[in-house]
């Protein structure tokens, strides 16, 4: 059976939250961050253990709708920390908990903006996996709550804390590279179909009705559920949205730009012949003022693939070529491989000579990044991912699927962030949503 939850008791807890954001905790007083994870089956899981390791961060609670994953979990924390964390189903009782300073959000795309601003609401810090938001609107909103509420808000961007990113785009900013006016980025790799799967009665010990939150009501799927969920509209943005972010981050930042101008995609569904609504082939322009950035994706390559873990954990250098998740620089006197987590740069001259070749590692940029975090909740500075950085790069993405899913080339509004004169790519700008599970419109 569905867990609901009435409208006045949804309500009175909205007002508790936002009451608790006017007597934040003074967070840290002995130096120790307590933080709750929301989401632990993947990537939560990954952040749990990233987090978990700091002798500073204690692991109080796991929030998941899915309370078969809490006795393993658990365990391991334990194990991990030497001290049982709290599972529970609903991650409001995180935030209820004044002795909490912040939490790692790493939901399905579609709970994120929410997660975030009752967060905000209840005092605590953030760091939200990417994409930051599922629409255009929810991420202008998340900006505001952390502005209004004082928040650190963080998007695991990981790069953003890779110190051999760093050099490379100090290097893409010099003159020995010289003004860039076009990058490419890649986002391919082999995606295996998905199984057909029916609807079906919701499995115990699930509370499918959390797990839905904000999205529209509809029975049960395994496709639609645990990871699946990235290729249906309600829930995520495709590979764009969910891996491509992080290469367009990077060429966002090397060319220093927030809002396009306008954007333009094609693709389709060729190969991945399943249920899926998102593409399996995109394309993507996006047109700034002196610059163009243009993304490939293509999902059913095993030829074009990222590196593996455990050659970037060894400082390996890339085969740049079929690499899956590249980003190439195009400066008017040298040209960039950049890689992401991990893999390095690599800088070209007029001849093809190469100049420099760095590596970073995978562990080194995760663990980098979460550093920042937990070192700005202590500091009260912004974080290097800060939500407004992780929301225009993210818009790019939303930007790219509204154009896909319109069929045309589409203007941006600089003031709304918006669409000019469309009324249908307007229409993807924010969604429905279900009660009770309403997005504030005023913070």
């Known amino acids: 059976m569905m867990r609901t939850m009435s409208r006045r ?12 954001a006017a007597a934040p905790r003074a967070a840290t007083a002995n130096g120790r961050v307590v933080m709750g994870i929301m989401g632990i089956k993947d990537r939560g899981w990954d952040l749990t253990l990233e987090f978990g390791r700091r002798d500073d961060v204690e692991i109080r609670y796991l929030a998941d709708p899915d309370s078969r994953l809490f006795e393993e979990r658990a365990r391991k924390v334990e194990q991990l920390k030497g001290k049982r964390p709290q599972c529970v189903q609903d991650f409001r009782r ?34 939200v996996e990417k994409p930051a938001s599922h629409n255009i609107w929810e991420g202008r909103k998340m900006v505001e709550a952390a502005r209004k509420y004082d928040r650190v808000v963080q998007v695991g961007t990981q790069n953003r804390s890779a110190e051999y990113v760093m050099k490379a785009l100090e290097y893409v900013r010099s003159d020995q590279f010289g003004p860039v006016h076009f990058v490419r980025v890649v986002n391919s790799k082999l995606r295996e179909p998905m199984k057909v799967e029916q609807d079906s009665e919701t499995p115990p010990g699930v509370d499918y009705d959390m797990w839905l939150g904000p999205a529209p009501l509809r029975k049960f799927n395994l496709n639609h559920f645990h990871y699946q969920w990235h290729w249906f509209w309600n829930y995520g943005g495709g590979d764009l949205a969910n891996d491509g972010v992080h290469q367009i981050d990077l060429a966002r930042w090397a060319i220093n730009r927030t809002l396009p101008k306008a954007v333009t995609s094609t693709g389709a569904i060729y190969s991945l012949n399943d249920t899926r609504e998102t593409p399996d082939t995109q394309t993507v322009t996006w047109e700034f003022d002196g610059v163009t950035v243009a993304l490939e994706q293509v999902l059913w390559t095993p030829y074009m693939r990222k590196t593996p873990l455990e050659l970037r954990d060894t400082g390996a ?55 920042n975090f937990i070192d700005c909740v202590k500091s009260r500075e912004r974080p290097n991912a800060d939500i407004e950085d992780g929301h225009f790069s993210t818009l790019l993405a939303h930007y790219g699927n509204a154009a896909y899913r319109t069929g045309r080339r589409l203007h941006i509004d600089a003031r709304t962030e918006g669409f000019l004169n469309d009324n249908e790519a307007n229409g993807l700008y924010r969604r429905n949503y279900r009660e009770p599970w309403n997005l504030p419109v005023r913070l």
């Open 9 to 20: 008791l949804w309500l009175k807890t909205a007002a508790v939250l936002a009451g608790a």
């Open 317 to 371: 250098a890339p085969n740049w070529p079929f690499n899956g998740t590249r980003v190439e620089i195009y400066g008017e006197k040298r040209f960039m491989y950049l890689g992401r987590m991990g893999d390095g740069w690599a800088v070209y001259d007029e001849e093809g000579k190469q100049l420099f070749d760095e590596r970073g590692t995978y562990r080194a940029t995760g663990t980098a990044h979460a550093a």
């Open 94 to 127: 995180m935030l209820d908990d004044k002795e909490v300073d912040a939490i790692a959000i790493a939901t399905p795309d579609h709970w994120h903006a929410l997660g975030t601003i009752l967060a905000c609401q209840a005092g605590k810090d953030v760091y």
